[in-house]
């Protein structure tokens, strides 16, 4: 499904659907220090029910589901929510193939609403009310997102530059660490809970950056097969260049919470 923002990319089209195999491959990677953050205080944990917006293939439900939540994740995008379903075979996760301003359970079902990675692209103004029903007296809306660095990292900024070069429009570059941008009109029915900002240090392998690299907005999801094998190919050519085997690449976490407020 071709989703269009004309503040993303310059309202360039992108399908999640396209990399769902290398998504799954390759975006499986934050580290353990990202999950025992949330784990740590008291969020997605044994008694609570969870709601995990644009699980994409469901990274966050998967990884957290040791820690004995029952877990629900939505996507808009079929071959997000298939891979989903396989990575999870033996896991009780529940998952639902619908946008998250369509998404509808009835009122007061989930201790904690997660979003990760994908906050920005939701309708706000429609999604806030229906979050705020959703949710138990007291719930969460955890909001979670991880990048690379690339003025302070010298691989990533070289790898970020190949996707410009390839789609100019793309809007992912030059992340610095910053907070989670919280709309205001979630200030109408949420207090903020609490909002922290780290940095990470990821592993990775040539093949496993091309990888990540090759799932993301800028490149897999947006370009043609012609034009992601041309990357692709110039990458790995780039990488053999200036990279050693294995490699750590600077990232930072965000999260941030907002409560319920009870009136």
């Given at each position: 499904?071709?989703?269009?923002?004309?503040?993303?990319?310059?309202?360039?089209?992108?399908?999640?659907g396209?990399?769902?195999?290398?998504?799954?491959?390759?975006?499986?990677?934050?580290?353990?220090?990202?999950?025992?953050?949330?784990?740590?205080?008291?969020?997605?944990?044994?008694?609570?029910?969870?709601?995990?917006?644009?699980?994409?293939?469901?990274?966050?439900?998967?990884?957290?589901?040791?820690?004995?939540?029952?877990?629900?994740?939505?996507?808009?995008?079929?071959?997000?929510?298939?891979?989903?379903?396989?990575?999870?075979?033996?896991?009780?996760?529940?998952?639902?193939?619908?946008?998250?301003?369509?998404?509808?359970?009835?009122?007061?079902?989930?201790?904690?609403?997660?979003?990760?990675?994908?906050?920005?692209?939701?309708?706000?103004?429609?999604?806030m009310?229906?979050?705020?029903?959703?949710?138990?007296?007291?719930?969460?809306?955890?909001?979670?997102?991880?990048?690379?660095?690339?003025?302070?990292?010298?691989t990533?900024?070289?790898?970020?530059?190949?996707?410009?070069?390839?789609?100019?429009?793309?809007?992912?570059?030059?992340?610095?660490?910053?907070?989670?941008?919280?709309?205001?009109?979630?200030?109408?029915?949420?207090?903020?809970?609490?909002?922290?900002?780290?940095?990470?240090?990821?592993?990775?392998?040539?093949?496993?950056?091309?990888?990540?690299?090759?799932?993301?907005?800028?490149?897999?999801?947006?370009?043609?097969?012609?034009?992601?094998?041309a990357?692709?190919?110039?990458?790995r050519?780039?990488?053999?260049?200036?990279?050693?085997?294995?490699?750590?690449?600077?990232?930072?976490?965000?999260?941030?919470?907002?409560k319920?407020?009870?009136?």
């Open positions: 499904m071709n989703l269009t923002d004309k503040n993303i990319d310059g309202g360039k089209a992108f399908d999640w396209r990399v769902s195999k290398d998504y799954a491959k390759f975006r499986d990677i934050y580290p353990q220090e990202f999950y025992d953050r949330i784990i740590n205080r008291g969020l997605c944990v044994q008694g609570q029910k969870v709601l995990d917006l644009g699980t994409g293939t469901g990274v966050l439900p998967r990884n957290l589901y040791r820690y004995g939540a029952k877990w629900t994740g939505t996507d808009i995008s079929e071959n997000q929510i298939e891979m989903a379903r396989e990575l999870s075979k033996g896991m009780d996760i529940d998952y639902d193939v619908r946008s998250a301003e369509n998404t509808n359970f009835p009122d007061g079902t989930f201790d904690v609403i997660t979003a990760c990675q994908c906050f920005w692209y939701f309708n706000h103004a429609q999604i009310p229906q979050l705020f029903r959703m949710l138990k007296p007291n719930g969460r809306i955890l909001i979670l997102y991880m990048a690379w660095l690339p003025f302070e990292d010298k990533a900024q070289a790898s970020e530059n190949l996707v410009l070069k390839y789609n100019p429009g793309w809007s992912g570059a030059g992340e610095t660490m910053h907070p989670v941008h919280i709309p205001g009109c979630y200030y109408e029915k949420f207090d903020p809970d609490f909002h922290e900002e780290f940095p990470l240090k990821v592993h990775f392998t040539r093949e496993s950056w091309n990888g990540r690299m090759k799932a993301c907005r800028g490149v897999g999801a947006s370009l043609s097969e012609k034009e992601t094998a990357w692709e190919r110039e990458h050519q780039l990488l053999a260049r200036t990279a050693p085997m294995e490699f750590d690449i600077l990232h930072y976490g965000a999260l941030a919470a907002l319920k407020r009870i009136s």
